[in-house]
């Protein structure tokens, strides 16, 4: 999925910085004269607290991997990272953005190609919201004999349900969060929801389960034949955005539905994914639409050399990008080391990570050779914000404000 994690990109009043000041130097290049120009990347990065101890860094290269500017950081509080240079505005310029996790000594690592000068968001905003307690005591949930409803779901909810003495919900929601919940019994067709708008305070509530409203909005998903499927909805009630329902299939599933309100979300997301072997496909949509008949992407690729110094890739179908994810095998060290790359769409892809980590802030302890190809994959976006490439929509994170559709098409070394 697109990776996966697209966050919102706001655009200040200094629309993408083009970088195109009227400041410009002359220089020799392979006996022809480049203009240079003052090129400018700026990176936004949010306040998050977190339990978690972690640095982070970005930085600005070229194609030989030299660090034009960039710097380690923190969201301990909002800060600008400004990285201003003379450039050829007709030059490749690359990010290079990771994250280390001191308290598991990870390193998340990520290159970006072809990245133009302008504005970036490197995350949202986030804080521990308040939280309070939720109890729903449901009465009348069972059906004679019959088991208490087993198709129960629920949003922002941090905690679970129990059978003594009648159904009883106990949880946890973030302060001001909207609450859905729904229940299905086996004698009946569609399942039943209780719904809070807004949840400001402690909540303890006695409910009638022969009371409560249907759904009546079914979501039908048909998916090709395969050996593992998951199936994930996502609602969005204001900017608040919530996990409905996830569902695992280890032998395969040609099909799922469930009911649900349609009226209570302003917008709804399909998240399905599914694997033949080493070949996975993924498929996100974002907007109104319930039923989804799902076909394999009409891109493919082919790995024609595995080598992470000498990746290369030909590929066939109209798409939007790639993305190359490597991993550390020397089981010496004690640092987990995976490393991407996100690239603009081309019919053969070639990689070699040698120069966009030959300058990393701290020498890797281990060598680029002990890393291997993990995962391939290619995306089809119907809706890469504001003219940007993949990598550069990438950089900023899922966005999901907009009706749109991803796909993508991957090869995995794990089910080789």
Same mark, same amino acid.
């Given at each position: 999925m697109r990776l996966h994690l697209f966050i919102i990109v706001l655009l200040g009043c200094v629309l993408f910085f083009q970088g195109c000041s009227k400041d410009s130097t002359i220089h020799q290049e392979d006996g022809e004269q480049v203009e240079q120009v003052l090129l400018? @990347?700026?990176?936004?990065?949010? @306040?998050?607290?977190?339990t978690i101890v972690s640095t982070s860094g970005v930085f600005v290269i070229d194609d030989t991997g030299s660090i034009l500017g960039g710097q380690e950081y923190d969201? /301990?509080?909002?800060?600008?990272?400004?990285? /201003?240079?003379?450039?050829?505005? !007709?030059?490749?310029?690359?990010? %290079?953005?990771? !994250?280390?996790?001191?308290d598991y000594d990870e390193y998340h690592f990520g290159t970006y190609l072809d990245i133009s000068p302008g504005q970036y968001y490197l995350g949202e905003h986030s804080e521990f919201a308040e939280s309070h307690n939720v109890v729903l005591n449901i009465e009348n949930a069972a059906v004679g004999n019959d088991p208490i409803p087993n198709d129960i779901v629920y949003t922002n909810f941090h905690g679970g349900y129990s059978v003594q003495n009648g159904l009883i919900v106990n949880g946890i929601v973030s302060n001001e969060e909207a609450f859905y919940i729904s229940f299905k019994k086996a004698n009946e067709e569609y399942p039943r929801y209780h719904f809070i708008e807004s949840v400001t305070s402690d909540i303890e509530e006695n409910i009638d389960y022969n009371e409560l409203p249907f759904a009546y909005d079914v979501m039908n998903i048909t998916i090709p034949e395969n050996n593992h499927a998951d199936f994930r909805f996502v609602g969005t009630i204001g900017t608040n955005t919530s996990m409905i329902r996830r569902e695992y299939f280890t032998e395969g599933a040609s099909s799922y539905s469930w009911g649900l309100s349609g009226s209570v979300f302003d917008r709804m997301r399909t998240d399905v994914s599914y694997r033949n072997g080493s070949r996975g496909y993924?498929?996100?949509y +974002?907007?109104?639409? #319930?039923?989804?008949?799902?076909?394999?992407?009409?891109?493919?690729? =082919?790995?024609?050399?595995?080598s992470v110094t000498n990746t290369k890739i030909s590929t066939?179908?109209?798409?939007?990008?790639?993305?190359?994810?490597?991993? +550390?095998? =020397?089981?010496?060290?004690?640092?987990?080391?995976d490393y991407w790359i996100v690239g603009k769409a081309s019919e053969i892809i070639e990689i070699d990570v040698?120069?966009? #980590?030959?300058?990393f802030i701290e020498p890797l302890p281990f060598s680029i050779n002990d890393m291997v190809l993990n995962i391939v994959?290619?995306?089809?976006?119907? !809706?890469?914000?504001?003219?940007?490439?993949?990598?550069? !929509?990438?950089? %900023?994170?899922?966005?999901?404000?907009?009706?749109? #559709?991803v796909e993508t098409t991957s090869w995995y070394r794990a089910y080789e």
């Open positions: 400018t @990347y700026e990176f936004i990065v949010p @306040y998050i607290e977190s969201h /301990t509080a909002e800060q600008t990272i400004s990285v /201003t240079f003379m450039g050829d505005p !007709d030059a490749r310029y690359h990010v %290079n953005k990771y !994250d280390r996790i001191e993924t498929y996100v +974002n907007g109104s639409t #319930l039923n989804h008949d799902i076909t394999i992407p009409d891109f493919d690729f =082919n790995i024609d050399e595995y066939s179908g109209n798409y939007s990008g790639y993305l190359s994810h490597y991993y +550390n095998l =020397n089981y010496e060290t004690t640092i987990d080391f040698s120069p966009y #980590l030959a300058n994959t290619l995306y089809k976006d119907s !809706d890469i914000q504001s003219n940007q490439s993949l990598p550069e !929509d990438l950089i %900023n994170g899922p966005e999901y404000e907009n009706e749109s #559709l």
